[in-house]
Every structure is written in structure tokens, then in C-alpha cells.
């Protein structure tokens, strides 16, 4: 199916807005669960966290159910055997889909506690969860971008998007990296090893790859944006929601002027400096400043990613200590050996990436996020 070809009904745009909403909301809330835990270790349905999550779940059902009673009134095009479902859009399937993770994994999860007691980051009932997000956040990203009636709020929803879907994606491998999986029956915690080499390699290519792709938008802060999504869920998910951390905020916030300094670097070398002028759409910007971004990512991503490598040079400190961590590990790790490797991960990842979009359009599968 070619999605570019696809019509996503204009009207929709607030329905995806929505979704994107219900989707952070809900790896916010996975987010502020785990740290949660960390102060007050007791497991039930309806802890704090627990409730934003539900919240977040019922406004992406909710959003796709009103999106799919709209497209079935004001899309007529369609006819024949499964015509009804020819009218939903593409995108608007793909929510369906997710959300249905996502309703059976709360379901799931509870089933799971009262048979298992209580369990780790990963588990079968997280992991679907985060995979109903994945796909949720993906089809909000296609309707967006499909839908270009109201360009400005379509690229401003389009860039939100983009810094969910990055988030999602590095929560997806902090749950094969962090050492938070050991339950009351099953220990799922990773090698120090494996949690070693995935956060050597996936973080950074991840990062460059969504970073790569927003450069594609028309709008001039695009990555000052992408991040300061990001910024914002992990400031109010894990930075101000515990004593230990709300110090450090002043500091957190710093990581935007990352993506604001090369935005601007971005827009001086189009447009006012006449010695790189003729560069100024060159595929090479975009992998540099992609790759640049990525380099960053312990600090965009902290706690979590310095909790990563914390096993496998046997430091014995607990989350909350995650200062002292990042203190032992930047010199001796950080600096001569994760950021060179992460350099050449994300080159790796933009190439895999490229060599991806090239063989959809060839077999013209969709063309939704690079341009």
C-alpha cells in the first residue's frame, strides 16, 4: 500500500494530536512507575503512575474512536466487500492496532501480578505495552504527516511526534539494558555484556536516525523542538517527580541548547554565510548534525542511560546515586569510548536508514518520514 497516495481526511489532525498526547502521557508515566518504585516499593492497579498511564491509554482509544466514527460518515469514496474498512485511514488502523496492545497489556499486567507477584522493567506484559505505544505513536506520526491542511499546527505535530517516537524507542532498549528486571519469579536483567554493546550501538543510532529524518521538515527549529519534547516528559516523568533529582533541573535543562545551537548552525550556513551556501541541503549536514545530537544522548537521557554500563563496571550504586555514576564512568568510559563509538553507530544506523527509504520507494512501500 502507498500511504503518499493514501487521503487522510483533514479533520483528523486533531485526532492524531490527541493520540501523540495519550501516547506521551503514557511513557511519562512509564517513566515516573519506575522511579516510583525506586521510593516507594509497593506494587497495586491504581498507584499514581499506574493512573496517568490509564489516562493516557483511554485518550488515544478514545481519540481513534472518534477519528474512525468520523472517517466512516465523511469518507464515501469506498465500495465493494470491506468497504467500511477501506474508509479508515491507514494511520488510524495502525492506532487501532496499538491501542489493542495496549488495553490487553493492562490486562495482561494484572493477570501477570496476581500469579507472579511483582516484576522488573521487563517483562511480557511492559513489553507489549511499549510495543502497542510504538505502533500508536507511528500511525499518529503517518496521519500527521499526511495531513498538511493546517501546515503550521501539521509541522509543529509532526516534530511532537518525532520526539515521542524517539523517546519510545530508547525506552524500548533500556528495557533490554537497564538492571531493573528482576521480579519475585523471573530475572530478566541483561548480561553486562549485552547491556554493554546495545548501549554502545542503539541509543546513538536511534537518536541520529530520528534526528536525520526531522531535517526534512520546513520549519527552522525542528530539532529545538524533537527535543524539547523530550525534555519536557522526562523533566516532569523523572527529573522534578522525586527528591533526589529535582535539584538537578536547572542542569537538565540545559540539554536544549544542544539541538537549539545546531538549529541555529543549520540555519546560518542556508542562508547567510555564502561559503557554505551551496551546501546548504546537502545530505552531509544532515548526517553531521544528526550525528552531533546523538552524542548527547547520556545527557538527554539521564538517569537511565548511565544506569546502562553501571553492572558491567561493577558499580555498586543504586539509581538515586546516578550523579556518582555518571561521575565514575565519564572519564574512563564516557569520553574515550562511548562517544567515539556512538559516532560511528549513528553514521551506521543513517546509512541502514537510507538504504531502507531507497528500497520503499523503489518497491514503493511507504514514504512517510524522509523526504
Known sequence: ?????????????????????????????????????????????????????????????????????????????????????????????????????????????????????????????????????????????????????????????????????WMILINFVFMFTLPFSKGQFFDFNPSPTAALMLGLMLPAAFTAIIFYSVQNLSFPFRMTVVAATLITIQSLATIISNIYFAGLLPLYLLNILIPLSLDIISIYTKNNNKLFRKYSNADHKRIILSIIISLFFITFYFPWSVNMFKTFFEIDLITFESVTIFEHLVWKFIIPILIPVSAVSAYIGILVWKKLYEYAKLTNKFKVVVG
Not at 489532525?13 to 508515566?29: H, T
Not at 507477584?117 to 504527516?145: C, E, N, R, V
Not at 498538511?148 to 501539521?154: A, D, P, S, V
Open 1 to 165: 500500500m502507498n500511504l503518499k497516495n493514501e487521503e487522510s481526511p483533514s479533520n483528523l489532525l486533531w485526532i492524531y494530536f490527541l493520540v501523540s498526547l495519550g501516547v506521551a502521557l503514557q511513557v511519562g508515566a512509564a517513566n515516573w512507575d519506575i522511579i516510583w518504585h525506586g521510593i516507594i516499593n509497593v506494587e497495586s492497579f491504581f498507584t499514581p503512575p499506574h493512573s496517568v498511564l490509564y489516562f493516557g491509554v483511554g485518550l488515544s482509544l478514545v481519540s481513534t474512536i472518534a477519528g474512525i466514527i468520523w472517517s466512516l460518515r465523511h469518507k464515501i469514496d469506498s465500495v465493494g466487500p470491506f468497504a467500511t474498512y477501506r474508509k479508515i485511514p491507514t494511520p488510524l488502523k495502525l492506532i487501532v492496532f496499538g491501542c489493542s496492545i495496549e488495553v490487553i497489556s493492562g490486562l495482561f499486567d494484572n493477570w501477570w501480578h496476581a500469579n507472579f507477584g511483582f516484576d522488573g522493567l521487563l517483562s511480557p506484559p511492559h513489553l507489549m505495552l511499549i510495543s502497542g505505544m510504538t505502533l500508536s505513536i507511528i500511525g499518529a506520526l503517518i496521519g500527521t504527516h499526511l495531513d498538511k491542511t493546517h501546515k503550521r499546527f501539521h509541522i509543529i505535530s509532526e516534530m511532537i511526534c518525532y520526539g515521542i517516537l
